[in-house]
Each structure stands twice: as structure tokens, then as C-alpha cells.
């Protein structure tokens, strides 16, 4: 086990959190940043051409740091005056990025073509006001790995979109599927490679699976398939094109949650082993290539695990936090770290 890696856990509130010693104590980001200590960070993503730079979509914007979470500084670009609540990087041209944002902004996707630096608004954008959760928000970016200029996009709550040209025209896709509950509030999307390549797009309360590029669409409701009617969150394993965790509870925030593995591109699942129970529904994960067997997941009110198997046992962590948001680990930790500004 390295104490070497960085985890940083995205919260509404306590903006990242962060431990460089592999969880052992944790720091508050100093003040006097770009980025607030109490700001409300929505996501993570790591810089896919440096791998200790992250990117945080916050309240207030986009925000980076190239030091392994220590400082932040503002990307000072169209999203200045949005809220960014999803991020996403393409595999097979790291420079092509997409930006999800939402509540309380207007929810729209951006994009941008030089690896961060300046993005550009395209024609996705939902109306103000939406049904479920008051205003929409962009939760679910998926890039095809082979592909950049073909994006999917799912919103809560709006529906399922595609765009096959980089995000200049998009189609709406939830609306041919079957006619079953909850279709049009997505909450996630992965796209894995293969033959046949398969999609799968998570919903508020089910999985919506396809083998054909998305002409035919096979349905598993979450409750009646896994004991819990709240489907939230999907993680492809880091290297591999077939094995994947699925996160769930019994409601937002919930009282009870499972984590649950594939290794068959989703096409079953089984239920995974957690040291003690969630407090509420699985809410984040984090993987990276350095460590593929080494994952974190969270639950909304604070509950953080580690699985050190490739996601078949998590062990709880000694901190708890308050609402996290987002998860994500580094192989490495800053050169000069400042010195934090709160520990604990």
C-alpha cells in the first residue's frame, strides 16, 4: 500500500478536502485562493495529460490545480458566471473537453478544444425550470473512447442527448426507449469499448443497456432486479472494458446503499461487501490507471470507502465528511505543499 497517493474529496461546503499520506490526515485548502475553503465544488477530473493537475467545476466556475489539490486557481474562461456540475476529458484527444453545467445557472454544455484553457457554449441548453429537482443540472458526460467529437450527455432532469459532430447538433434519444418510469432523469453514462461496443445510461431508477449503438436498449429496474429503488452512480474500472461498479440506495439522500460489481460489461451484477453500512445513498467514485485494483467510493453524507481488490470488498475510512459531491485520487503529492490552512 503507498502513502504516497493524493485523495481529494469534492464536498458542498468544505469546497476539496484533501489527504496527501493515503488518508491518514486531512486538510482544508488554505485561504486567499481562487477557489474559497466553504465553496460549493461539484466535480473533479484529472488532467489526462498531467497527472497531477485536477480540474473542480464549483458554483463559481471552473477551477485548477497543478499540485496535487494544494492550490487552486480560477480558469478565466465562458464559465465564469455558471455552475459546473460534470467534466469530462476525451480518451483519444486528451485536448477535447466537455462542461456540464446547472443549478442554480442555467444548465447548458460547453466545450472546449485546447485541454481546458478557453471553452465554448454549445447549442445543448435546458429551459430554466424542470420537473424532480426544481432546476436542471448536466450529471452525466460520456465521451466515446475512439471518438472525441462523439459526446453523450444526460441531465437531471431533461433527458438522454447524443452529438456525433463535437456538440454543434445534438438528438434526444430517451424519448424512443420503452415507455417505463423515470427515463428522462439521467444520472449517468459509460460507454466501453469492445465488439460490440455497449452503452449504458443510468437513470433514477434503472439501467438502460445497449449492444447496437443505441438502436435497441435492454431495461433493468433497479428495485426490481437490486432491492433498491435509487440508481445513481456508474464507474468503469480503470483498464478495463468489461468490469464496472454501480452505485445505489433507497432514496436521496437515503438511509441505505449498495455498491454492486459487473464483469460483463453490465450485462449482471452482483452485490459488493462494505465494512459497515452506508449512512445514505452511494453518491461518488475514483479510480486512476496507476492503480486499477485501488478504488474510493462515498456516499452523500460523508461516508468515504476504500477497495484495495478492484471493487469486491471496501473498508470505511476513519474521516467523515460532510456532503460529498465528487471523489478522486492521484498517484503522487505536491513538491512544496502549502501549509494547510485547517487539518483533521
Not at 37 to 65: H, K, Q, Y
Not at 146 to 175: H, I, K
Not at 187 to 206: F, S
Amino acid at each position: 500500500m503507498s502513502n504516497d497517493r493524493t485523495l481529494l474529496v469534492a464536498t458542498d461546503g468544505q469546497a476539496v478536502m484533501r489527504s496527501h499520506d493515503n488518508g491518514q490526515k486531512w486538510y482544508r485548502i488554505n485561504i486567499g485562493q481562487d477557489l474559497e475553503f466553504d465553496d460549493r465544488v461539484r466535480c473533479l477530473l484529472i488532467d489526462p495529460t498531467n497527472p497531477r493537475a485536477v480540474f473542480a467545476g464549483a458554483e463559481r466556475g471552473l477551477f485548477r490545480s497543478d499540485d496535487c489539490g494544494s492550490r487552486w486557481d480560477r480558469v478565466d474562461c465562458e464559465l465564469n458566471d455558471y455552475a459546473v456540475w460534470k467534466l469530462a476529458a476525451s480518451e483519444s484527444d486528451p485536448s477535447v473537453m466537455y462542461a456540464g453545467t446547472g443549478s442554480p445557472t442555467l444548465s447548458i454544455l460547453f466545450r472546449s478544444r485546447d485541454g481546458g484553457k478557453s471553452w465554448q457554449r454549445t447549442p445543448l441548453e435546458m429551459p430554466e425550470r424542470c420537473a424532480g429537482v426544481s432546476r436542471p443540472r448536466m450529471l452525466a458526460i460520456a465521451v466515446d473512447p475512439d471518438d472525441a467529437n462523439d459526446v453523450m450527455v444526460g441531465v437531471e432532469e431533461g433527458g438522454y442527448f447524443r452529438s456525433r459532430d463535437g456538440g454543434d447538433t445534438w438528438e434526444r434519444l430517451d424519448t424512443t426507449w420503452p415507455d417505463h418510469p423515470g427515463n428522462s432523469d439521467i444520472h449517468d453514462i459509460v460507454i466501453l469499448r469492445g465488439e460490440p461496443k455497449v452503452i449504458l445510461v443510468l437513470t433514477v431508477v434503472a439501467l438502460y443497456r445497449s449492444t447496437d449503438d443505441g438502436k435497441t436498449w435492454e431495461f433493468t429496474s433497479a428495485k426490481d432486479s437490486w432491492g433498491l429503488r435509487y440508481s445513481r452512480k456508474l464507474q468503469q474500472k480503470a483498464g478495463s472494458q468489461t468490469e464496472l461498479t454501480l452505485g445505489i440506495g433507497d432514496g436521496t439522500p437515503g438511509t441505505q446503499a449498495a455498491v454492486l460489481a459487473s464483469s460483463d460489461a453490465g450485462a449482471t451484477w452482483t452485490r459488493t461487501e462494505l465494512s459497515q453500512p452506508a449512512n445514505s445513498c452511494i453518491w461518488a467514485f475514483a479510480v486512476n490507471d496507476a492503480d486499477p485494483d485501488f478504488l474510493l467510493t462515498a456516499t452523500k453524507f460523508g461516508n468515504l470507502y476504500r477497495s484495495e481488490d478492484g471493487g469486491k470488498r471496501w473498508q470505511k475510512e476513519w474521516r467523515e465528511f460532510n456532503e460529498i459531491t465528487d471523489l478522486a485520487w492521484i498517484d503522487a503529492v505536491p513538491a512544496d505543499m502549502e501549509l494547510p490552512h485547517v487539518t483533521g
